[in-house]
């Protein structure tokens, strides 16, 4: 057992004592740690990179009124007035002339919030990797971690966040879950593209570029733009990196946007994408973020539900602490918060990512033309995830069609989903 393995000259020691472990430095790690703090708990984050923020395992699209509610400085993203969806034979364009998206400063926003949360009290620990939970009479009470010199020990808290993403550290090894079998693999370049229009940003679809997934270009000023490629493991057997090398090639109608360009960065990474977990809560235990699968699978967009999820997490593990009650029961109500707030969004986000994740060309192109025909507030709130009853509904005003299509199907449970249960009629729309 983990606790086995503790260093008994560092047991005693009262700097390894905690109300909160944190178990990663990302957004969902950093945000509950300073919501933790903020409620008064004693909280440390130990962070097994050597720096936080870097490696950059994310593109950073994200949304301007998120950011804006998040606390996010302006100067750490960048916005958008164009976005432009290419599939094989098709394009949707929507102008914005006030920008709804944006792509984020990945590693300043995660410094930014790093330094919130020690400015709330929080202690954070660079290059401390975790190896495993301690765990007492089944409750997890702590951690064994290694720090900046490479020495095992154990850290002791009455409650641990595993924030670790989708290594899921601790969640895993006390088998709150197993590890994720479906999931996105992406590899990106962050380049220097001095051709490149720096307001429009693309999300191209097809088997030519991305089988199973996209590929983006997302653009992050001062001539730099991120371009890369995203599949779905194991719904493929392709390597994004490949796809990647050759994008150019692929896609010539935007080689000319990249000529001259030369990569600074490289990035990759995974993405969870099974929906959420059943259970994020156990003794002594709470998940945020990837590790609770609290993405969305629609796009692989994670960072701003990490943060509101780290928050929620944070705010109940203070509740807690200064209750003296850190039982699965009492956990519970991060769980409830959390499904009332994000629970139906994932579901159908999940769904969609189900039946498009397969489609092939021409269903990318039919797609794709289902969009242009979209305003350009429909296309934002569909990207976003943003669903309503009105959204759906306003969808198949400007596309009856699919209601004669294999599509009503999927219409009629996103809206059974969203609280209107009888099927929807084309007299309904009609009506409307």
């Known amino acids: ?92 364009r929507f102008d914005y002339t006030d920008p709804v998206c944006c792509v984020l400063d990945v590693r300043g926003v995660y410094q930014h ?20 939970p301690i765990i007492e009479d ?8 290694k720090d900046h010199r490479n020495r095992p020990g154990p850290w002791r808290a009455k409650l641990v966040i595993d924030a670790s993403g989708f290594s899921s550290t601790i969640v895993t090894r006390v088998g709150l879950r197993q590890g994720f079998h479906r999931y996105g693999y992406g590899a990106e370049f962050d380049l220097a593209a001095p051709n490149y229009d720096q307001q429009s940003l693309y999300l191209i679809m097809g088997s030519q570029v991305a089988p199973s997934g996209y590929a983006w270009a997302f653009p992050r000023g001062k001539g730099r733009v991120r371009l890369g490629v995203g599949v779905i493991r194991p719904d493929v057997d392709e390597d994004a990196r490949e ?5 150019a090639q692929r896609l010539p109608s935007l080689a000319p946007a990249f000529a001259g360009a030369s990569p600074l960065e490289y990035h990759t990474g995974l993405f969870p994408s099974e929906g959420v977990v059943e259970k994020f809560v156990s003794d002594g235990l709470m998940a945020t973020g990837d590790s609770a699968g609290h993405g969305s699978t629609l ?25 003296g009650d850190t ?43 289902m969009l242009r025909r979209l305003t350009p507030t429909q296309a934002a709130e569909l990207l ?23 599509a009503k199907k999927f219409f009629d449970l996103a809206l059974s989903r969203l609280g209107k249960p009888a099927p929807v009629t084309e007299a309904e729309l009609a009506g409307g």
Request: neutral net charge; glycine residues 12%; hydrophobic residues 40%.
């Open 384 to 406: 976003r995830g943003d669903y309503s009853v009105g959204l759906f509904l306003g969808v198949l005003r400007r596309n009856p069609t699919l209601l004669r299509t294999g």
């Open 113 to 132: 919030l790093a330094t919130r949360a020690v400015q709330a009290g929080v202690a954070i620990h660079p290059n401390s990797p975790v190896e495993g």
């Open 243 to 247: 796809y990647l090398d050759t994008f």
């Open 138 to 145: 089944g409750r997890v009470v702590g951690v064994i971690a």
């Open 299 to 323: 796009v692989g967009e994670g960072i701003r539900f990490a943060i509101y999820s780290g928050q929620m997490a944070g705010g109940v593990a203070g509740e807690a602490i200064r209750a």
């Open 1 to 92: 057992m983990a606790n086995d393995t503790a260093d008994a000259a560092n047991a005693g020691d009262e700097t390894r004592q905690y109300d909160v472990i944190v178990v990663g430095g990302g957004p969902a790690g950093l945000s509950a740690a300073e919501a933790a703090a903020k409620a008064g708990a004693r909280v440390v984050v130990l962070e097994r990179q050597k720096e936080i923020g870097y490696p950059v395992h994310t593109s950073g699209g994200s949304w301007i009124s998120d950011m804006r509610a998040l606390g996010i400085p302006s100067d750490l993203y960048y916005p958008i007035s164009s976005v432009t969806f290419l599939s094989p034979h098709n394009q949707a």
């Open 327 to 369: 039982s699965a029961a009492y956990l519970q109500r991060y769980e409830k918060q959390w499904r009332a707030r994000f629970g139906r969004e994932m579901e159908i986000s999940y769904i969609v990512n189900q039946r498009i994740a397969g489609w092939s060309d021409p269903q990318w192109d039919e797609g794709v033309e």
